[in-house]
């Protein structure tokens, strides 16, 4: 099964670690992203990557780090600096060009 | 930078009943794609709409384009109460076509 998996579903997190996300997808895909979902609200881009050993900012980066050394994988760091890591978080991947995005079932990140 | 704008915020309607919502975008396109997300996962692709089309059908879904006023409809005919979900609007922010911006959504109640 083709697909995008994102791990651990719940993450809770104590004041001044650094946790990490995990993101694979075998669809062969060159394009990843992470969003970021508040309640009640839409997603946000923390980073993206268009092909591998290579990632930029999105809107909402500080506080955040990725990493990108296989194409299939895409995991992001939530740092000690994010004041308000609390959210849900979204991974995606998509072809080049203008297609359609496939998401992972997220990951909900609680600090404690 | 936020690119579409759900409206309603909000909707609720009986089963049967067709359920309209609309999303207005600030700069030019070259394609606006309309997701459906779940309470608590991941979204889900529904139809994607380029630039210089008008109107798209997909099953009980169809999508309207206008680039004139920069703004898009999405109309569900005869819903059902499996249908209660948030459905985001997101156009891509550059040449390239990804990089996608997400909506706030509307969240939609289907009543039994």
């Known amino acids: 099964d083709g697909g995008i998996t994102q791990s651990p579903k719940y993450l809770f997190r104590k004041e001044g670690q650094n946790v990490t996300l995990s993101c694979e997808q075998n669809?062969?895909?060159?394009?990843m992203y992470w969003y970021r979902q508040d309640p009640g609200q839409g997603l946000r881009l923390i980073y993206y990557?268009?092909?591998?050993?290579?990632?930029q900012k999105g809107d909402i980066a500080e506080g955040y780090s990725v990493s990108r050394e296989k194409k299939e994988s895409f995991p992001l760091t939530v740092t000690s600096a994010q004041k308000n890591p609390t959210a849900f978080y979204l991974c995606?991947?998509?072809?080049?060009?203008?297609?359609?995005?496939?998401f992972g079932q997220g990951t909900r990140l609680t600090v404690v | 930078s936020q690119q579409g704008e759900e409206d309603p915020q909000a909707l609720s309607i009986q089963e049967g009943e067709n359920a309209t919502m609309n999303c207005s975008y600030k700069?030019?396109?070259?394609?606006l794609q309309w997701y459906r997300q779940n309470s608590g996962r991941g979204l889900v692709h529904l139809i994607l709409?380029?630039?210089?089309?008008r109107e798209k059908h997909s099953g009980r879904l169809r999508v309207t384009l206008d680039t004139s006023k920069k703004s898009s409809s999405l109309l569900i005919t005869a819903s059902r109460a499996a249908d209660t979900a948030s459905y985001f609007c997101?156009?891509?922010?550059?040449?390239?076509?990804?990089?996608?911006?997400f909506g706030p959504g509307t969240r939609l109640s289907v009543l039994p």
């Open positions: 997101a156009t891509d922010r550059d040449n390239y076509g990804q990089n996608f911006v």
């Open positions: 669809l062969n895909h060159d394009a």
């Open positions: 700069t030019s396109i070259n394609n």
């Open positions: 709409i380029r630039s210089n089309e």
């Open positions: 995606a991947s998509s072809r080049q060009g203008d297609t359609e995005a496939f």
């Open positions: 990557s268009q092909i591998v050993n290579d990632f």
